[in-house]
């Protein structure tokens, strides 16, 4: 009560100081045909602001592997992988996506396990059955080609309004906005108003460049990525503070509610001492009924801690985050070439030996691939 009270104060005053600060940008209306309202002062506005916005977009932006394309594949592909993840987390997995299924019809031709083990890592692995779904339907209903219009876009599994918009701007320069997190971020600031959803949308079409959709959408991003932060927005090297009411004179977004903490016994055992491509270890496969990462191979674990066994000793304790948990993992390295049962583990009489030369082509979670990376099994 004590914050929203808080935000409102702060609102008003900054409503109240707006005039000597940046020049408020028209708002964006809909008549009842759906045409964006406008004036003569408010196109100027909005010149002025994509002008200042793409100049700076063509000097700063980073440098990304899905930015030196217009192929829809890759385009849609960095969209899919970008949502809920990290660029620094996708440019790898991006590249080796790309290499094992370089264009639509590999995609379509794999098999969902190959695609799920490519994705390995990455996390939300719904992302990646719906792409697989989405393939097969671009090779099946639209013979291979990407559809051109956000329109039709958006019928296609796992594509939202959001996808849909990036893919037609940025690769078939359909003149559509998108808003994103960081895009509504930037939006609020712009105009020191809480907007709705659809206002947002409706705002930033209104603000779109239609000569460049694409990298006007791009930019927007890319502001709210590396300008127009979260916590300290970075106002002084900001390329449209002159159109912004409130340059950062918002109260703070809230941070995120804390993750919860949960510990996890994982057992790592090998056929070999050494490892070696001829090397197996044991794993055990989710049931396909889990609504977290259902069907994919993992080591024997337990929520519990283990009783004492000669066969198992502690080896290394990792902190490892799936969606809002946050994982203290013990691991626990096991003799080799023992079908020795994982003390308090329900499952391990389910797991099996596999070859190290398979698990490349095997969906594995995030927690195993860490593990045996860092026991230097792959
Ligand atoms: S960085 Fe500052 S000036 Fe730029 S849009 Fe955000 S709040 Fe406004």
Redesign the pocket.
């Known amino acids: 009560m004590r914050a929203a009270k808080e935000f409102q104060d702060r609102q008003r005053e900054t409503k109240t100081r707006s005039s000597v600060r940046?020049v408020r940008l028209p708002t964006a209306s809909r008549s009842a045909n759906g045409a964006v309202s406008g004036n003569a002062n408010s196109a100027k506005s909005f010149a002025n602001f994509r002008r200042s916005l793409l100049k700076w977009y063509d000097e700063h932006r980073r440098d990304l592997p899905w930015r030196q394309t217009r192929d829809p594949y890759r385009i849609w592909l960095s969209e899919i992988m970008l949502q809920q993840t990290r660029v620094a987390a996708v440019l790898e997995h991006y590249r080796i996506f790309l290499e094992r299924f370089p264009d639509v019809y590999a995609l379509f031709a794999a098999s969902e396990d190959s695609v799920l083990a490519a994705w390995s890592g990455l996390g939300y692995y719904r992302r990646a059955r719906m792409l697989h779904q989405c393939a097969k339907e671009i090779v099946e209903r639209h013979g291979g080609s990407f559809p051109q219009s956000s329109e039709v876009l958006r019928q296609l599994p796992g594509i939202g309004r959001y996808t849909a918009a990036a893919i037609a701007s940025i690769a078939f320069s359909e003149p559509v906005a998108v808003v994103d997190g960081n895009v509504e971020r930037?939006l609020r600031?712009?105009s020191g108003t809480e907007l709705t959803k659809e206002q947002d949308w409706q705002q930033a079409q209104a603000m779109l460049a239609p000569s460049r959709p694409g990298d006007f959408n791009q930019a927007m991003m890319e502001?709210g990525a590396t300008?127009?932060v979260p916590r300290e927005?970075?106002?002084l090297l900001?390329p449209?503070?002159k159109c912004?009411v409130?340059?950062?004179d918002l109260p703070r977004e809230a941070p995120a509610s804390p993750q919860k903490k949960r510990q996890i016994w994982c057992a790592l055992q090998c056929s070999s001492v050494d490892g070696g491509t001829n090397a197996k270890v044991r794993l055990v496969q989710r049931s396909r009924k889990e609504s977290l990462m259902p069907g994919m191979w993992e080591l024997p674990n337990s929520m519990e801690a283990p009783r004492a066994t000669p066969y198992f000793a502690h080896w290394r304790t990792f902190r490892h985050s799936i969606t809002v948990t946050d994982y203290t993992v013990h691991v626990l390295r096991g003799a080799p070439a023992r079908d020795a049962t994982f003390p308090g583990d329900s499952v391990a009489a389910k797991a099996r030996w596999v070859a190290i030369d398979r698990i490349p082509h095997i969906p594995l979670t995030g927690l195993a691939r860490k593990i045996l990376r860092a026991g230097g099994l792959i």
Do not use: E, N
Request: glycine fraction near 12%.
């Open positions: 940046g930037v600031r712009l502001l300008v127009c927005p970075r106002c900001c449209v503070r912004c409130t340059q950062g």
